[in-house]
């Protein structure tokens, strides 16, 4: 019978929250786990739960983890208050189910679902309230920490650095430092921006776990010396510092003249007796087994756990990725961070394709992890996070590492199996062995090592790629170019918490963020270019509108009424669209479309289990819908199943612009998708895809931003979107006290089950009649071409008709005269408000086919007065 190893308890080692002076901690037995290692200089490790090292790690849970740590750090930088007890009690809860014990395929696939839902709101909470330090510089240490730091510097809108052990040809290190307790010591900083560390500035330091503070003393003590800064903040997982660490800390911050504040998720001690390190070797040499790796010959050596044999090896499938550059190590420019540089949503679609065709695994959903490689985390970590998003699959990411922990395969040690491989990067301290622990037990393990590296570097029996392979029955390598001065820059979409405020699975936004760009400009001085200059409407921004308490109470009102009306709509335009597509992919119209076509892949989720991706890109009247785009969603799906989607109709404007542009895209690049255009709500009559033809009231038209993703309108100027990039737009995250867009989207998709059967009720009563019901007539085209010669109005585009146009006409546009059916119609209550508060007449015409219509100021031209009717 075999005797289980001692646990860190009978070792006399724990961890003591004793020291956390705040209620705002996470304790430490939730934030890490204690481990062993063979290193002579320290005998234990701490293991996190959080950091994706070297525990296979729910993607969303690392990535909640440390964007929270970069709200506490914007905490200490401009005296906020993000991170408090409450918050800290759900990253608690978070890890807790994340990392809850054993249980079968199934009853971990339903764990860690869970702890993803919940971290990814948690994400997207603490999006909201990001603030903007674009001065600051953060400063991540390998290995452990370069995606942590990446995380916080993303939080707090900063350049950022990491150090490294990397030793690339010709480079000259800007300053370096020392580890002491580490198992590779060295510390180089690489920036490719000679400005890197301008004085009088704030540089905040990111690590995973504070034992002593040394390694920041010296950090700060080399770099203060290279260039005094004003402020010093280091921010750890976890802080271990005893009280003399604590004072040596203060008293270096009075020697340099500077403060330091020091931030952590969780703090305490770790309790370590004194004969620790003879009696965790005697651990080791007992029940310690040592990782497996490949020899010379081919055979795995010391194998423990389950894994294929040499024998049943899968040959390697391999995917390549589009080139990115490697900003991680080198640093960006000085402005805020963009990070990861790569196509992620791409790479995650084209990784998805590669294990679908590979077989299924029985009892539950296919378990795969994602595989960073030391020091290159933070990409492969939102890779993984876009799998988890766009499937079914258990995904869990790690790295490989140097630390050699000691394997201990029984529950009451986190470490139970491990490979060790040829280390296959060039560093300071030379060539030598690496390692992967805990990647047992995957159907598919997807190894995503730095831009660059020569596959015949993976390769070889003795290789990294040959240790995966006694791991899993099938490994899935990405291969990412490193791109040079003559490559173009892939397109990067975008996603929440990073670009909106939707959550990450909500949308992927095919648009590039012009945060920096000042695009608004003033409402005539626009409406004069467009309308005298020839300028697009697209080329620059109005001042985005910031609803009063009254109009708010307006559209509090609308959504109230009219909630179960537009539920209803988008049951039938989804289920419409589900007869149609096999598999759809839907591709809203930014930004009216995007909380449309999240309620809709929320209606297939919730009605029959689908998960179906969805896009939103731009589209400009006269420019037609983003090409770019276009090849993107070319490159990576289907273009035959993807519907694109919209609000609502008007006059039918967009649907002909729509139509055409596919037509030139066809044309030009072969790739051909329909034209068909779903919408909740179509009285201009030119789709036959729409949930209703009646001119209501969809609340989400009563505002801008705040009820979709904070997102401005998109944005079509050549200097800021040029050729082979994305339309832009801009985020306002000051108005997020004022956000209504994942309350509007969860209001209405909780009234789906209780109008499910009004939906199949209203399909079944179109019976074999439904293509007459549904056909194009263009009737809103007719009545705008009546208004234009009533009016003597040239420019049609001038001519708005419907709730949601006539309400962009007072929030965009100089508007003339606004026309409507029924000045008492509750639907337009808000456009009357609107007029009223603007100085714009409101004429009586019951004779509209549409509940309102907006005119636009013709300017420079001669107009006939305003038609009969009552002017109020």
Known sequence: MTVPPPTAGDLGVTLDDARATSSAAVPLG???RIALRRNPKRAHLLVSTVLAKHLPTVPAVALAAGEALGALTADALDGGARWDARTAARLERVVRDATAGDQDRLGQATATSAAHRAATTLRTDLAAGRPEHPDALVLGFAETATALGALVAESLGARYLHSTRHAPSGAVPAAGFDEAHSHATTHRLLPSDPEWLPAGGTVVLVDDELSTGATARATIRELHALAPQRRWVVASLIDLRSPADTAATEELATEIGAPITVVALGRGRAVLPAGLPSAAADVVATHAVAPTGCGT???PDGRTGSGPTRASRPQTVTTTAAPATAVDRFGTPAQRVRLPRTDVEGTAQDVLAVLGALEAPAGGPRRVLVLGTEEHMHTPLVVADALRRRSDADVRFSTTTRSPVAVLDDPAWPIRSGIRFRSHDTTVDGTGERFAYNVRGFDAIVVLPEPGTDRALLDGDDGLLAALATAAPAVVLVDTPLATGSDRTAPRPLTGPSFGSYEPGDVTWLLQDLADAALEADTADRERAIQL????YAESLPVEYVPSDAYEALYRDALDRSADRIAEAVGIV???VLQRRERPVLVSLARAGTPVGILMRRWAERRHGLQLDHYTASIVRGVGIDETALRWLADHHDPAQVVFVDGWTGKGAITRELTDAL???AESDGARFPDDLAVLADPAGCTTLHGTRDDYLVPSA????????????????????????FHGAKQYRQLAPRDHSRAFVATIADRFDAIADRVTAALDRAG???????AVDWRGMRTVEVIGAEYGIDDLHLIKPGVGE????LLRRVPWQVLVRDPDDVDIAHVVALARERGVPVVTRPDLSYSCVGLIHPLGSRVAPAADGDVS
């Open 663 to 665: 037509a030139r895209f």
């Open 768 to 774: 074999p009649d439904a293509d007459d019901a549904r």
């Open 806 to 809: 006539t309400t962009r006409v």
């Open 30 to 32: 939730v934030l890490a």
């Open 702 to 725: 009563c505002l801008n931003s705040t009820v979709s993703g904070l997102v401005s309108r998109t944005v079509f100027n050549p200097t800021l979107t040029p050729a082979d990039t």
């Open 533 to 536: 200059e020839g300028a697009n």
């Open 297 to 299: 010959n081919g055979v």
């Open 574 to 576: 989804t289920e419409l």
